[in-house]
Every structure is written in structure tokens, then in C-alpha cells.
């Protein structure tokens, strides 16, 4: 990821800790404008910490419920006419 606007700087960014030095806010304005936002949420979907692709842990958590939503079988009830719950 050559093209990265985090590229070269400090990672601590990325990963804000209990000291406040830095926040989400500080790591997601140097991603809003990346050029590899995508891929970098892709290589980092699993990881439990840190600013990826500009997402918190908490939003790759959704996203990672979501995908997993996605690949669930749907069955379909056809008494209801629908899928089944």
C-alpha cells in the first residue's frame, strides 16, 4: 500500500490509547482522503484494535456481523410465503 496517506507516520495514531494522546477522530481525517481506504479496511477487518480504513473496532464489529448475516442460508417457508426466522 505504497499510495497510503499513513504511510511513514507514526502508528500510535492509529491505535489511541487510555493517555488521550490521540483519538479516532486524529487517525479517521488522515483516512477520510486515502487512496487505498478499501483495501486497508479489508486487512484489517479482523483485527480488535486500532483505526483501519477508517472504521473503529466497533464498526468492523458490524460490519463483521453483517457479512456473517449475509452468509447465513436463507430457508424459505413456504406455508408463510417467506423466508423463515
Known amino acids: ?3 497510503a496517506a499513513c504511510k511513514g507516520m507514526d ?3 492509529f491505535f489511541p490509547g ?3 494522546e490521540h483519538s479516532n477522530f486524529d487517525a479517521m481525517a488522515i483516512c477520510s482522503g486515502c487512496p487505498v481506504q478499501a483495501e ?3 486487512a ?3 483485527e ?3 483505526v483501519w480504513g477508517m472504521t473503529s ?3 468492523r464489529r458490524k460490519i463483521r456481523k453483517g457479512r ?3 452468509e447465513a442460508p436463507i430457508v424459505w417457508n413456504f406455508q408463510k410465503g417467506r423466508a423463515a426466522q
Open 11 to 13: 502508528t500510535r495514531i
Open 44 to 46: 484489517g477487518l479482523w
Open 48 to 50: 480488535a484494535q486500532g
Open 18 to 20: 487510555s493517555e488521550g
Open 1 to 3: 500500500m505504497d499510495e
Open 68 to 70: 456473517r448475516d449475509l
Open 40 to 42: 486497508c479496511l479489508e
Open 57 to 59: 473496532e466497533r464498526q
